[in-house]
C-alpha cells in the first residue's frame, strides 16, 4: 500500500486549502482512509476519516462543520477540504489507512507541512 499526500501550504486564517491522498498498491474495499496531523511539540491526532465503500466520514469536534473527508473510488484519491482554516491548524496532516475491523491506522503516506498564518 501506498499513500502520497500532497496539497499543502501556507495560507491565511480563514482560507480554505485542499489535502490530496493518492492511494495505491491494492484494492481498498471494505477499507477506512483517514487524516491525521501533528503540530510542533504536540501528538498526532485524529482529524478526519472516511470508508472507501460508502463514504461514511467521521471527524475530530475540532475541525467539525470546517474540514470535510471524501473520496474519489474511480481515482482513487481520498481528499481533505479544510475550510475556515485557524492558526492552530498549523501541522503536518499525514493521510493512513487501514483494514475493515483493524485496530490501529497501519499504513501511512508522507506528510505534508499546512501552515496558517494569522
Known amino acids: 500500500v501506498q499513500l502520497q499526500a500532497s496539497g499543502g501550504g501556507l495560507v491565511q486564517a480563514a482560507d480554505s486549502l485542499r489535502l490530496s491522498c493518492a492511494a495505491s498498491g491494492r484494492t481498498f474495499y471494505n477499507w477506512e482512509m483517514g487524516w491525521f496531523r501533528q503540530a510542533p511539540g504536540k501528538e498526532r491526532e485524529f482529524v478526519a476519516a472516511t470508508t472507501w465503500n460508502l463514504g461514511t466520514a467521521r471527524y475530530a469536534d475540532s475541525v467539525k462543520d470546517r474540514f470535510t473527508v471524501s473520496r474519489d473510488t474511480a481515482k482513487s484519491v481520498v481528499y481533505l477540504q479544510m475550510n475556515s482554516l485557524k492558526p492552530e491548524d498549523t501541522a503536518v496532516y499525514y493521510c493512513?489507512?487501514?483494514?475493515?475491523?483493524?485496530?490501529?491506522?497501519?499504513?501511512w503516506g508522507q506528510g505534508t507541512l499546512v501552515t496558517v498564518s494569522s
Open positions: 493512513a489507512a487501514r483494514r475493515g475491523g483493524a485496530r490501529d491506522f497501519n499504513y
